[in-house]
DNA sequence: CGTGGCTTTGACCGTTTGGTCAAATCATTA
DNA sequence: TAATGATTTGACCAAACGGTCAAAGCCACG
């Protein structure tokens, strides 16, 4: 899971439960599909649903929409699906896990600022590939995060407080500048974010250039500056 | 419009319009109100369509939510404005110039890291006592800003090339580490309107520290360290 | 105190929304 | 190929939606 390679602009991401083991034992949280047809009429709803909800938010986004999107009837998509909540629910459980993987990789045994600049690129690089995700979240954080607030409470911040004491753990073997690890971990989310889900505004402030070529040289020249030594 | 005073936390931006001027011609766009009910309730619809629109989106408010949060009837608050449409596009209209204002502060006659610093620190202020207004915006850009486009690629490009002119002009002339004028700007909305646009995720991970509480330091470390001399 | 304009409201309208259901169609396999 | 279960659909529903309207209430001023 560690590259990610790029050749598919604005798919959806790789589904970690795609291909599963033969036989495995059925988890009772997402119904495996039995069939041809359900595999893919499952994927092209989240699919679709992962349009309009990133272009949406989940209040603005209409069951009708999506059931276009997917190239389905509203009643046919009602049948893979019991509501549009449980479409959000599947969405968001799906993407988690991926989404949060960047900062998994972040290796203790490496060098710190090496570290820290590869998980900044690969963030960056998530922004880029995958910017519907990166909104998904976004409407749904920026709304009060209601359906995934206790997810964030629990699993987010306990990653993100082991990799802020790894983080601090550097800073105090002297191995990076001081900072404060949340917050370093915070300006990355923010920073590589941004490109994704503020795009529309850099693209129009900046006319034709595109705001993701210069980005990584930018963020590395920052981190490098912030982090490195003088 | 230089300093804020934040003793009034989550409440409206001071209306540039407030107190107009004795006999100031009116204007054709925003009718002036008549009357002290007109300026009373228009101004209670504007407040709460804030709280409905920063929190819900646009397609995610209603007219009822909005005209219950400013004690009003529907058809009421239909007399005052014409339609949501309308009401969006008042706040718009009334938000944007304030919004902007610490960029256009950034003087040229200063020195180029202070008037940068003084920049975020405006920026970071904003998002504390202003969070519903970053995120009304955040929310209309994030899904690809339909009513606002216009703006941004007119007045808010043609602000932030003359600001980001007068950063290369520093850096040209050695007075600041030289780094893309124009993503520099980028990244100082990203790291200030995240606290705001972010503030339930931010505080979920942190649990009981605030998170303006470290901001104000790390961003200036980071943007000294990013842009100071070695 | 009465009149004219400003304000408020209950009732209403057509549309959109999330969701249901029974019936019809399709695919698989015995 | 016949039967059975999986899939699809048109018709439908109640609630919510943005918005309208005529009538009623209220207020300021002569």
Redesign the pocket.
């Known amino acids: 899971m560690a590259t990610l390679s790029v050749k598919e602009l604005h798919r959806p991401m790789p589904d970690p439960q795609a291909a599963p083991p033969e036989k495995a034992a059925q988890g009772k949280s997402r119904p495996r599909?039995?069939?041809?047809?359900?595999a893919r009429?499952r994927a092209a709803i989240l699919e679709a649903a992962l349009d309009v909800f990133s272009a949406q938010g989940f209040?603005g986004?209409?069951?009708?929409?999506i059931a276009a999107a997917a190239g389905?009837?509203?009643?046919?998509?009602?049948?893979?699906f019991?509501?549009?909540?449980?479409i959000h629910a599947a969405l968001l459980e799906r993407l988690l896990d991926t989404w949060l993987d960047p900062l998994r990789e972040m290796d203790a045994e490496g060098d710190p600022l090496d570290e820290i600049l590869a998980y900044v690129r690969r963030k960056l690089e998530m922004s880029r590939a995958y910017p519907r995700e990166s909104r998904f979240f976004a409407n749904e954080i920026v709304q009060g995060a209601p359906r995934i607030h206790a997810v964030l409470s629990t699993d987010l911040k306990a990653l993100v407080d082991e990799k802020a004491a790894l983080i601090q753990g550097w800073t105090e073997a002297g191995r990076l500048a001081p900072v404060h690890p949340h917050h370093l971990i915070f300006s990355i989310w923010s920073l590589t974010q941004h490109y994704a889900d503020f795009d529309v505004q850099l693209r129009a402030v900046l006319g034709e250039e595109d705001p993701f070529e210069a980005a990584p040289e930018f963020l590395d020249t920052l981190y490098r500056r912030m982090l490195g030594p003088t």
Not at 33 to 38: C, L, S, V
Not at 61 to 65: E, L, N
Not at 82 to 86: D, I, L
């Open positions: 599909p039995r069939t041809r047809i359900q009429n209040r986004a209409t069951v009708d929409q389905l009837s509203k009643p046919n998509l009602l049948y893979y019991p509501s549009k909540e449980a």
